[in-house]
Structure formats: C-alpha cells, structure tokens
C-alpha cells in the first residue's frame, strides 16, 4: 500500500486547512501527528467501510475525517485550528477492518506540515 498526502500549510489560528491523502488499497486510514519534541498521536480514523470514525478528544468537534472509496482517497477537514495542532501529519493504513488509537498501522506515508500561527 502505498500513501501519498498533501493539503498541509500555514494557516492563522481559527482557519482551516483539508489533508488528503491518495492510498493504493482498501484498507482502514487514518491521520496522525507529531509535534516537535513529542510522541506520534493518533488524530483520525475510518474504516474500510467507511462506517466506523474515531478521533482524538483533542479533535473532536474541530476535525472531520472521510473517505472516497471510488478514489481510494481519505481527507481530513480542520477546522478552529489551533496552535497547538502545529504538527507534521501522516497519513496511515492498516490492514484491519476498524481503525484503532494506537500507532501500530502497517503503513505510513510521508508527513506533510501544518503550521497554526497565534
């Protein structure tokens, strides 16, 4: 599987930024961040079907994960962004059916940077 993001940028705080990232199978996806000097933290995630989403509490309510199944592509709205939501995000997938909170996907594409300016 392989993963292709795009859509990160800078962006003044309460903007809004979309992610998306182009995956060669069908698998769950899911988004992810690391910000300078922390761990990866699970951000979004979807299932095959596209009937199962979970998030982060830090980004519920803010951020909208979804799927195109006819393009293989997932997206992730952001919206009320933050300062503390500057962070390099990755797109991943994994091979099972529902998206988990941990970081043991077995794909990952590259990250893209988001910068949310005070």
């Known amino acids: 599987v392989q993963l292709q993001a795009s859509g990160g940028g800078l962006v003044q705080a309460g903007g809004s930024l979309r992610l998306s990232c182009a995956a060669s199978?069908?698998?769950?996806m899911g988004w992810f961040r690391q910000a300078p000097g922390k761990e990866r933290e699970f951000v979004a995630g979807?299932?095959?079907?596209?009937?199962?989403?979970v998030y982060a509490d830090s980004v519920k309510g803010r951020f909208t994960i979804s799927r195109d199944n006819a393009k293989n592509t997932v997206y992730l709205q952001m919206n009320s962004l933050k300062p503390e939501d500057t962070a390099v995000y990755y797109c991943?997938?994994?091979?099972?059916?529902?998206?988990?909170?941990?970081?043991?996907?077995?794909?990952w594409g590259q990250g893209t940077q988001v910068t949310v300016s005070s």
């Open positions: 991943a997938a994994d091979l099972a059916a529902a998206p988990t909170m941990t970081t043991n996907w077995d794909y």
């Open positions: 199978g069908r698998t769950s």
């Open positions: 979807v299932s095959r079907s596209g009937t199962r989403i």
